[in-house]
């Protein structure tokens, strides 16, 4: 356990000076990375915290993001990046915090980028004096803003797997495709319910503090845009997969394409092949002295014809189409504004671009 004023003093509190409420005036932080049987006591009878909330707090496992407040007691829970684990898959990591009347206590159950950045924070910065609630408003917003690094990498690794799934729909493209899912899913629901707690705090400290109420609701905000990028990355992994399904299903075709050139090239060869290679007793052109040159001629000339077709049957098809760009996305002149001087700037923006 680690006691910190606000000063930036710290200290490492272990054993049976663990159990010893803060001494003196100001705002303690008590942060809590592992935890035992005797916390719930301890947060209780020496923090003098609410004895519902502390138990709740104290309990292992994953609890869903909430804020609750009973007499002088709240508690919020939050959920982000779990920085600390090396996996393809996003981990979502649980942050408690516990408010007091002169204590903030934080509790996680693994390392938290977040709680580092406070910490140098407070040992490298001329930080003023802070009261729990505003303590509490920065130790959140560390928290819930490393979250955007981890969309914006996951957006970064959607745009290289959307780009391989057309370009090589390797199986290894399809299990990106499939992380990428589970990573945005997992976002998605630490997030869903942390919005709404988000709300719930500008509002509450709203009340007595119309600055701490901004900042809360300036932290929901920024939350609402993380989210919305991680729902466009699921809407994207989705996208993708059908892409991948796409892809492979354009391989495989060309490959039958490419077999049924194949025969269709040897299938006039053969039947001729097949025909002289009878054995009657007699065939007439058997005689001929030029017989076997005309066959071998004649077998050329059909596999040219065939090859030639093929290749010039998609060019038949695009000329019928026109020679104007069918798929093109460039706006038409006449669509961007009515107006004479729009028309011709843009034309001559698109001369010069073109130079």
Do not use: C
């Not at 996003?90 to 580092?116: R, Y």
């Not at 060019?315 to 038409?332: E, M, N, Q």
């Amino acid at each position: 356990m680690e006691v910190r004023h606000l000063d930036g003093t710290v200290r490492l509190i272990d054993g049976a000076e663990a159990k010893r409420p803060p001494v003196g005036s100001g705002v303690f932080w008590y942060d809590i990375s592992n935890t035992d049987s005797d916390l719930a006591t301890f947060l209780t009878d020496q923090l003098g915290l609410h004895p519902a909330i502390a138990v709740y707090a104290a309990e292992e496992g994953t609890h869903t993001a909430r804020f609750q407040t009973f007499a002088t007691t709240s508690l919020i829970l939050a959920h982000g990046i779990n920085y600390s684990v090396d996996s393809d898959l996003i981990e979502i990591a649980e942050l408690g915090i516990l408010m007091g009347d002169q204590v903030v206590v934080t509790m996680h159950s693994s390392p938290l980028l977040a709680i580092e950045e406070v910490k140098d924070a407070f040992e490298s910065q001329d930080l003023p004096s802070l009261t729990v609630a505003s303590l509490t408003h920065f130790i959140l917003d560390h928290f819930l803003s490393n979250i955007r690094p981890a969309v914006d990498h996951m957006s970064d690794v959607m745009d290289e797997l959307e780009e391989a799934a057309i370009d090589n729909p390797h199986p290894a493209v399809l299990e990106g495709i499939l992380r990428m899912k589970r990573s945005a899913l997992r976002v998605n629901r630490a997030m869903q319910r942390q919005l709404e707690v988000l709300h719930q705090l500008r509002n509450h400290f709203a009340i007595s503090d119309d600055e701490l109420g901004l900042a809360y609701q300036d932290l929901a905000e920024k939350a609402t845009r993380t989210f919305e990028i991680n729902t466009v990355i699921r809407e994207r992994a989705d996208s993708a997969l059908a892409i991948y399904q796409g892809s492979v299903s354009l391989k495989q075709n060309e490959t039958m394409k490419a077999l049924a050139i194949v025969a269709a090239v040897f299938l006039p060869l053969s039947l001729l092949a097949g025909i002289y290679g009878m054995n009657f007793a007699y065939i007439p052109e058997l005689e001929y002295r030029w017989g076997y040159h005309a066959i071998l001629a004649a077998m050329a000339v059909f596999g040219i014809l065939v090859t030639w077709w093929v290749w010039l049957r998609p060019k038949i098809s695009r000329w019928r189409l026109g020679h104007r760009g069918l798929y093109s996305i460039k706006v038409p002149v006449n669509l961007v504004n009515t107006g004479d001087h729009s028309v011709r700037l843009i034309s001559k923006l698109r001369r010069s671009g073109k130079k």
